[in-house]
């Protein structure tokens, strides 16, 4: 499936799609997010949403209709919540696209559009939901009153397959075994980001550290950071900062300032050190969150061998009734 044909056939069957709403949990939520701010952003006649799922079904808006686009993500497409937002998308009229990596999943066989994507550390970024969703994004910006940087996010999305391998062996050499090892001193840890990668700054926290590693740990949005939360900082709290590299940059370099004079521990990851200023600076915002994520990946990796703790070990999620 390619973004161009599914918006245009979507436009065609619908006549216009005047909002969107990106729907699903955790780290299939977190995917989308980026999507929904360039809509946020760049769009003159477009409204967008973002709802974790089940806020969705108890907070569905009264415009959700006949003229709406629900993209939902469930990636073992089984997912209760997500599929309670899609069945009642469909109840109200809206056209409903589903991202999954299970094609034999409940999801799969529900009267919507599904994309099965396929998963792994070597799948393009073009095929995951962090690249399908901008795709699908500047594909409705494009065909509904068009998007100047189409080329670019196209472009983009493909350099990051030359980005991801660099900065995975970067990342291990250089800053992988000092995270493991601070993570061993500090039982806790906040994590810092700004902008469109603030999803993976929250994913980091929540879905490679909390869940997957039992760390303890607190995201917090670098604009945001000298409006309360700076007040905490002071020697031996560690600190771990995402610096982007697109315009939403300044922000974290004003915290990065603050820290350095402040604290003792601190851990710098700077996007533009691993490959990010080969991508279009037009689209680097929507893309950060696509090095990160990988950056996010390796690191829980090394946290988990030093740790002895299988990252895909649990002892609640699907485990006990909840």
Known sequence: MKAYSLVKDIIAERGSIEEVYWVACGGSLIDLLPAHMLLERESCRLVSSAYTAREFCISAPKRLGEHSLVVACSHSGNTPEALDACALALERGAKVVALTDNADSKIAHEPLVCWVYPWGTDVPAGEVPSGIAPLIAAELLEQQEEYEHLSGMYQGVGIMDNVLPAARRKVNEELAPQFAALCQEHPFLYILGSGPNFCQTYGFAICSLMEMQWQSCSYIHSGEYFHGPFEVTEPGVFYFLQMGSSEFRTM????????????????????????????PESVRAYLDPVLFYAMNVELRAARGKVFGHDPDYRRYMGVVSY
């Open 252 to 279: 974290d370099e004003r915290a990065l300032a603050f820290l350095r004079e402040h604290t003792d521990t601190l851990m710098v990851l700077d996007a533009l050190e691993y490959g990010m200023d080969q991508v």
